[in-house]
């Protein structure tokens, strides 16, 4: 079965300071795809990245900062220079691509980041 | 383009009650779903069709009931509200399965039963 764990349950920081959100997953399938999403106080989610299991490769996009490593289950997500609009939940989550499976999504339970100014 | 609406935004029950909330999608996507979100437990699938006609439970099915008679339409109803469904409901499309593309949610509906 799948899971993730995102074991940070809140962090506070100060503007600027950079900023990693963990997560660690769990998968039997060989192919697979992660995603972080983003949900703002006005409660949306909000799609960040998605990333299949053959893709080590780190991402950056603007201040944000992807780092994926198969050989420890992990799929972390840095905030460069947080600034207060990052305040959010942010969710990992695992799509399984094999067999029978719809492929649904599996969230971790989300990590509270609050910027302060 | 709309993508995925919802209706209703927020909405109250009383225990007992039952009621359909609406999901629509303008994409054209066959995979649509439904996410209950919980405090301290992430999004948690209730029930998913892969195509009209077509539904299957997820993880937390039970005292909820899909039909999917469109490619548009994903309605979720709650056959007899209990205080346990008091919860924020997200309804989802995406062109293909298995995460080969993005999921959409919809901006989401607050449900509280009393």
């Known amino acids: 079965a799948q899971k993730v764990t995102q074991a940070q349950t809140e962090i506070s920081v100060v503007e600027k300071e950079d900023v990693t959100l963990d997560c660690v997953y769990e998968t039997r399938d060989t192919t697979y795809y992660l995603f972080w999403y983003k949900q703002p106080p006005s409660g949306e989610l909000v799609f960040l990245i998605r990333?299949?299991?053959?893709?080590?490769q780190n991402e950056i996009s603007g201040r944000y900062s992807w780092n994926f490593q198969k050989s420890t289950s992990s799929f972390n997500f840095t905030i460069t220079a947080s600034q207060v609009v990052d305040s959010a939940v942010y969710f990992c989550a695992l799509s399984e691509a094999g067999g029978t499976s719809y492929g649904k999504l599996t969230f971790g339970q989300g990590t509270i980041l609050t910027v302060h100014p | 383009n709309a993508g995925v609406t919802q209706t209703p935004k927020f909405q109250v029950l009383k225990t007992g009650q039952s009621m359909t909330l609406q999901c629509a999608q303008d994409?054209?996507?066959?995979?649509m779903s439904w996410y209950r979100q919980d405090p301290g437990m992430g999004l948690r699938l209730i029930h998913y069709?892969?195509?009209?006609?077509?539904?299957d439970q997820g993880e937390v099915p039970n005292g909820y009931n899909v039909s999917r008679s469109t490619t548009e339409d994903f309605p979720l109803r709650l056959l007899s509200a209990a205080p346990s469904q008091t919860s924020v409901y997200f309804c989802?499309?995406?062109?293909?399965?298995?995460?080969?593309?993005?999921?959409?949610f919809g901006p989401g509906t607050r449900l509280t039963v009393t």
């Open positions: 069709s892969v195509g009209a006609g077509i539904t």
């Open positions: 994409m054209n996507h066959e995979y």
């Open positions: 990333r299949n299991s053959f893709d080590e």
């Open positions: 989802a499309s995406s062109a293909y399965p298995g995460g080969r593309s993005e999921q959409y």
